[in-house]
């Protein structure tokens, strides 16, 4: 008989022809989510991934909560939306699972060039996540909205409106 974990709640095992996932947020989840953004970026251009981010955060940041929600499905996501500067809006996600809260920045290349992952930081709270959402990245932060899990084909809208503005950018950059 499988044990399931306090965190698996609502995971199910199937066994025979599908993959069982770890129904848990770990680095291997977090690497996995990454690995789609940057397939998903690189698929429509060989720039860096500061060039390729620019603009379309609001997209990938629903994209991201979505892959997490398909391993995830018990996590509270919500997207957090800032004002950096009057020039600057970003948007990241917290996703509170198993008594934390992580801050994941999907478009994290934007302002960390050199950054490694996505995740910037956990903490034990939302209110925690917030105070250091406001000292890494500074400016006004606000929870936005609960992310519910979106169908198919609003998921290709946001691929679609991420490959248009990757591409309307090269071609600005090249003019």
């Given at each position: 008989m499988l044990k399931k974990h306090?965190?698996?709640e609502g995971c199910f095992f199937v066994i025979p022809r599908k993959a069982v996932y770890n129904?848990?947020?770990?680095?291997?989840l977090i690497d996995q989510i990454q690995k789609k953004i940057v397939h998903l970026l690189?698929?429509?251009?060989?720039?860096?991934?500061?060039?390729?981010v620019q603009k379309y955060?609001?997209?990938?940041v629903h994209l991201a909560g979505n892959w997490i929600?398909?391993?995830?499905?018990?996590?509270?996501?919500?997207?957090?939306?800032?004002i950096i500067d009057r020039h600057t809006h970003h948007d990241l996600l917290i996703v509170e699972?198993?008594?934390k809260a992580y801050v994941i920045d999907p478009a994290v290349w934007r302002f960390f060039k050199g950054k490694k992952t996505i995740l910037m930081t956990t903490k034990h709270t939302m209110p925690?996540?917030?105070?250091?959402?406001?000292?890494?990245?500074?400016?006004i932060w606000r929870i936005s909205e609960r992310m519910e899990k979106s169908g198919?084909?609003?998921?290709?809208?946001?691929?679609?409106?991420?490959?248009?503005?990757?591409?309307?950018?090269?071609?600005?950059?090249?003019?």
């Open positions: 306090p965190e698996d129904c848990r947020m770990t680095r291997e690189k698929k429509v251009g060989d720039r860096p991934l500061p060039v390729l955060c609001d997209e990938i929600l398909d391993e995830l499905p018990t996590a509270r996501i919500y997207i957090v939306k800032g699972y198993g008594g925690e996540a917030l105070i250091e959402i406001q000292k890494l990245y500074h400016g198919f084909e609003r998921r290709h809208e946001w691929e679609r409106r991420v490959e248009i503005k990757v591409d309307e950018a090269m071609h600005d950059m090249a003019s």
